[in-house]
């Protein structure tokens, strides 16, 4: 059996700088944060490990400050925190504070806003919880269910599937052809690689393994589009999850991640593997030597 890896996989710098804000931040006073730092029960097992709590209410919270997740907030909510007397620290993504400002500048420009994503993801909150108006579509349905304006202005969730998001802008220009539509761009460059690469990594794969949290969106996605190119794909939070009943002796296996993934439960599923085929030989096989596909 063949291993292979996504040329691009894992945690992004966005996550990363997250977490090292948090522990900083612990090891000098109290800390809760607002909901899930990142969708990984991995990472945030380690953070409450290290003291840190969280909460999904400011009136819940009980420590002087409070952090913003990778993922952003509304002025809104962080005012909110302000008016309680919270000290309010972000570790909001900078690619997020992008998305951010292109939404504000559509609507300075008179544009109605959509915004391509999960209507209930705490990203889409944040871009939208501001806004006076506003619509959130994820399907052509969707699309269907709009109503009709002079102007849009669509911008997307950082993690969608770019594809997927230039489908959703073709539906709206396709249903309204008399309306002006503006489509900014705010995909983030981490989400992209990952795609694209789990694109590759799928097209010469027998069997896929997604590493990543059970709610985190851009796992989901990368998860989706590997079942485009491949029969077999797992989703797994950790080693513990994978079966030697899903591997062969003749697989090339790859191995993807999402963006909140960390590098020691990667590794952790790589070793797993090599544990199976010793273990399990008729279900696995004999390993050859961990191959790399292109640089991380």
């Known amino acids: 059996m063949k291993i292979l890896r996504a040329e691009y996989l894992g945690m992004c710098f966005g996550v990363r700088d997250a977490i090292a804000l948090a522990l900083k931040q612990s090891d000098a006073e109290p800390l809760t944060i607002l909901g899930d730092l990142v969708h990984n029960e991995t990472v945030l097992v380690k953070l409450r490990a290290h003291g840190i709590q969280f909460q999904n209410d400011t009136r819940d919270v009980t420590t002087p400050t409070v952090m913003i997740t990778a993922h952003g907030a509304s002025a809104r909510r962080m005012n909110a925190a302000r008016e309680r007397g919270l000290n309010v620290l972000s570790a909001t993504c900078p690619l997020v504070h992008v998305a951010h400002r292109a939404v504000k500048q559509l609507v300075r420009e008179g544009f109605h806003p ?95 393994i997604v590493i990543g949290g059970a709610h985190s969106n851009n796992t989901h996605e990368l998860v989706n589009t590997c079942h485009r190119h491949c029969d077999r794909v797992h989703h797994i939070q950790t080693a513990a999850d994978l079966c030697a009943e899903w591997f062969h002796a003749e697989d090339t296996v790859g191995l993807t991640a999402g963006t909140s993934t960390p590098d020691a439960v990667i590794e952790g599923v790589v070793h797993q593997l090599n544990q199976l085929a010793a273990t399990h030989p008729k279900s696995v096989g004999a390993l050859s030597p961990l191959q790399h596909e292109g640089a991380r």
């Open 114 to 208: 959509v915004i391509i994503g999960k209507r209930d993801h705490v990203e889409v909150r944040g871009l939208t919880e501001d806004l006076a108006q506003c619509d959130i579509v994820l399907s052509e349905q969707d699309v269907e269910q709009l109503a009709r304006r002079l102007r849009f202005g669509v911008a997307a969730q950082t993690t969608q599937p770019i594809e997927k998001v230039r489908q959703l802008v073709g539906a709206i220009r396709r249903r309204f052809p008399n309306s002006e539509v503006k489509f900014v761009d705010t995909v983030c460059q981490p989400t992209k690689q990952r795609q694209n690469a789990a694109v590759e990594l799928a097209e010469k794969s027998d069997v896929v």
